[in-house]
């Protein structure tokens, strides 16, 4: 989703942490991060509970490699 045209990311699928700014409470959050790669700067979408999204060369590919991925890995819960 996007906000403003800029796109949001999605909250994490395994601790639920986002990247919310408003939400001082939470101890896990979702941050967009740019590092050097061997190939030069690249980026990934982490969470502060250890889940990272898949490595990119643009940051817009990570931010939609986690938003769809957050959306295939959503957990579906059933009672019993």
Avoid at 3 to 8: C, D, F, L, P, Q
């Amino acid at each position: 989703s996007s906000v403003g045209g800029e796109m949001k990311l999605r909250a994490c699928p395994f601790c639920g942490g986002t990247d919310d700014e408003d939400n001082a409470c939470q101890m896990a959050k979702v941050v967009l991060r740019s590092f050097k790669s061997t190939v030069g700067p690249a980026w990934r979408v982490e969470c502060g509970c250890g889940v990272s999204g898949r490595i990119e060369i643009k940051h817009d590919d990570a931010m939609h490699a986690w938003n769809t991925r957050v959306a295939a890995a959503a957990p579906v819960w059933r009672s019993r």
